[in-house]
């Protein structure tokens, strides 16, 4: 088995020409709720079924957690995890942004659920020096094309790059660059699947903006994939596919999802798959020497105070560090930090978080031979090389996870989670119950 302990981080090992060091997320939804803590909150208002101001959600956070300042820093969201950037010293740091950045009103009418952060509030993106956007999700269009058009030009004025929307079919599918000196080069490109909850109409067209939508795991699929990926590749650069699918809850991964990210390495000459939708953590896989991340989990999110799925920990996610060997797009080392969302910012979890997020990655690595060693200040590092047996993807697990955590029910938004009528009444009492016991 494989520890990467041969790579140890230090500042001489990140020195290495040959290494390049990413840094990877969840999902970060910096809109509605968040983005009224910023300092400059859009309008509040928003169509939602039972809250119609976004304020609301900062009021349901505080109920459980206490008091989160208003008018914060940009860099307020982000708390310890600007403390870990600066320590690892990633070369490039990506991120599914997944929000609209606008001062749009024309919002995307019967989806239910529409996140806006003001474009005035993008410091609290560059703040964390991100460097790239994946924008291929289901909440980048929430408020029209409008809303989109905005969208990029506030990240092309933040000089961010971003990958997956763009005003026609060319723009959405067109990947981003990120020249490392003396390293290498990442090329990102980035989908968006309707199992994620995109909308089929939102895919764009040659003369329709909208995102890179992946209509399925075809062979058709994987040969346009590959296609754009012979196009752009070369030597010392790694190849990052980014594509939000599946569903919000359950770690059970799709056989469909293991071929097709098989194949993307094995035929399409992708280096790493960087999978993202799912609320909580999911398995990680090692395939052929290539990084697969099934679900990233949620970064950073306005859920606080939201009940209807605390076994899943959607509180609880993890800082990816990933290092690649340029010359072979070979993963070398993972090692994650875990964390926790409390008060609208991201903090440094407890030993005993850590832990409870260590054995859920050997739980659901165990199909696809990984697990994690867990090492000083909770650090993780994963560990590969075992046999995955028959290949199963959604091995026995009843023994110790409940069935509703092995489901892939896929649910539009917190608000969505439970059907309407039991939602209603949830929000009901959330009003009406004191804060120590406000997350039912």
């Not at 001062?103 to 460097?131: C, F, L, Q, V």
């Amino acid at each position: 088995m494989s520890t990467g302990d041969e790579h140890q981080k230090s500042d001489s090992g990140r020195g290495n020409s040959e290494l390049l060091t990413l840094f990877l997320c969840g999902d970060v939804m910096t809109g509605r709720g968040i983005d009224q803590i910023l300092p400059h909150p859009s309008h509040p208002e928003i169509h939602e079924g039972y809250i119609k101001d976004a304020t609301g959600y900062v009021d349901l956070a505080e109920r459980v957690n206490g008091p989160i300042p208003r008018g914060v820093d940009p860099a307020y969201i982000w708390g310890d995890a600007i403390g870990e950037l600066e320590r690892v010293k990633p070369d490039v740091k990506i991120i599914n942004l997944e929000t609209s950045v606008t001062r749009s009103d024309d919002y995307w009418k019967g989806k239910g659920i529409n996140y806006r952060m003001h474009p005035e509030n993008i410091g609290s993106i560059t703040a964390a020096g991100i460097d790239i956007c994946s924008i291929a999700n289901n909440h980048v269009l929430d408020w029209g094309y409008a809303g989109l058009r905005e969208t990029l030009e506030t990240l092309r004025k933040a000089k961010i790059r971003w990958a997956g929307a763009g005003m026609d079919l060319s723009e959405a599918q067109a990947p981003a660059f990120f020249e490392v000196e003396g390293k290498g080069r990442v090329v990102l490109f980035a989908f968006g699947s309707p199992s994620s909850g995109v909308p089929v109409n939102w895919g764009a067209a040659e003369q329709k903006p909208g995102i890179n939508l992946l209509s399925g795991y075809s062979d058709e699929s994987i040969m346009r994939i590959r296609e754009r990926v012979e196009r752009v590749k070369r030597a010392r650069d790694v190849v990052v596919f980014s594509v939000h699918w599946g569903g919000n809850w359950g770690y059970g991964v799709p056989e469909g999802e293991v071929e097709f990210a098989h194949r993307l390495i094995d035929d399409a000459g992708v280096d790493l798959v960087y999978g993202h939708s799912s609320h909580h953590a999911k398995g990680i896989e090692v395939y052929r020497e290539r990084l697969i991340l099934y679900g990233c989990g949620d970064f950073l999110n306005d859920y606080e105070g939201i009940g209807g799925y605390e076994g899943f920990r959607d509180d609880l996610s993890l800082m990816y560090f990933a290092d690649f060997n340029t010359l072979t797009g070979r993963l070398v080392r993972l090692e994650m930090r875990p964390t926790k969302i409390k008060n609208f910012r991201v903090n440094l979890a407890s030993r005993e978080d850590a832990r409870w997020l260590a054995d859920v990655l050997d739980r659901e690595g165990k199909s696809f031979g990984t697990r994690v060693k867990k090492g000083r200040d909770n650090v993780l590092t994963l560990q590969w090389g075992e046999s995955r047996g028959d290949h199963s993807s959604t091995p026995d697990r009843s023994h110790s996870v409940p069935e509703y955590l092995l489901s892939h029910e896929r649910l539009d938004g917190p608000m969505s989670r439970i059907d309407r009528k039991t939602q209603s009444q949830r929000f009901r009492n959330l009003r009406m119950l004191p804060a120590r016991i406000a997350q039912v």
